[in-house]
C-alpha cells in the first residue's frame, strides 16, 4: 500500500529532456550549425538550470564572441578558467581577445597595492610564498637568538654589547 501512494507523488523522468539530447549538446549542435544566438541562449538557459562547468562557459562564450560582444564573452572565458584552470582554449581565447578589448581597461590607474598583486602576488602560488615567508621567519630567529646570546654574554662579563 505504502509503494502505490508513493508511486503517485514521485515522478521518474525517462530522458533528460523530450527530444533526447542534453542541453548543452544542443547547443553545441546550435553553434556547429553557425547558428549562434540560438545557442548563446540555449547555453544561458543550461546556466538559469543550474548547470556550471568550464565547457559550458567557453562554449557560451564563443557564441557570444561570435555575436560581437566582446565583453562578456571574455567574462564568460574567465568564469570557465575559474572552473578549470587548464582550460587551455579558454586561456588562449582570453589572450586573443585581449588585443581587441578597448585599451581604456589597461592597468596604467591602479594603485600601488593592486599594480603589486597583479604583478607578484598573482604569479606567486601560496606554497612559494609561504617557503618564503619561513626562511625569513628563520634568518629573523638565527639574529635575535645571536642577539640574546650577545646581550647576555655582555652582562655576565660586564662589557660593552
Known sequence: MLAIIFSLFVHFPLSADATGVDGFQAGIRLMQEQKFEEAAKQFET?????????????????????????????????????????????????????QELPSQFASSDLSAWATFQIKVLDRISLNKLL???????????????????GYTRAIKNTTPL
Not at 89 to 98: E, H, R, Y
Open 46 to 98: 543550461e546556466y538559469i538550470n543550474g548547470k556550471n562547468f568550464a565547457a559550458l562557459y567557453f562554449n557560451w562564450g564563443l557564441s557570444e564572441y561570435r555575436l560581437g560582444k566582446k565583453g562578456l564573452a571574455a567574462a564568460l572565458w574567465r568564469r570557465a578558467l575559474f572552473f578549470d584552470p587548464e582550460l587551455a582554449p579558454a586561456s588562449q581565447a582570453l589572450t586573443f581577445i585581449a
Open 131 to 149: 617557503f618564503l615567508c619561513w626562511i625569513f621567519f628563520s634568518a629573523a630567529g638565527v639574529l635575535l637568538i645571536r642577539y640574546w646570546g
